[in-house]
């Protein structure tokens, strides 16, 4: 599956932001199949995990200390999975990634397919 993560950008803290991941599922696999994930990696550190919804979007996954702020969803229909951030802070600073895998998770060896990432830049 390929992935094109979109909606990046500069916002001020406390504000918020849509990002948005379309999918175009290979032959034979509907993007309904994968269960999607969002990580973030900020200068100088590694990548870390945001959030993962599951396949048919009926349970979805975040990183303890985001999920009061950040909401995952995905519309199969449209194949795009989304990642709404609010109250945001400087250190949300990051490039975001989509990526795709069979099973869920919250680890990056896990995660098979990924886009290209989307910067976010939150200014104090």
């Known amino acids: 599956v390929q992935l094109q993560a979109s909606g990046g950008g500069l916002v001020q803290a406390g504000g918020s932001l849509r990002l948005s991941c379309a999918a175009s599922a290979a032959s034979g696999r509907t993007f309904s199949s994968y269960v999607m994930g969002w990580f973030r990696q900020a200068p100088g550190k590694e990548r870390q995990f945001v959030a993962a919804v599951s396949s048919v979007g009926g349970r979805t996954y975040y990183a303890d200390s985001l999920k009061s702020r950040f909401t995952i969803s995905r519309d199969n229909a449209k194949n795009t999975v989304y990642l709404q951030m609010n109250s945001m802070k400087p250190e949300d600073t990051a490039i975001y990634y989509c990526?795709?895998?069979?099973?869920?998770?919250?680890?990056?060896?896990?995660?098979?397919?990924w886009g290209q990432g989307t910067l976010v830049t939150v200014s104090s």
């Open positions: 990526a795709a895998t069979s099973f869920p998770s919250t680890v990056v060896p896990a995660y098979r397919y």
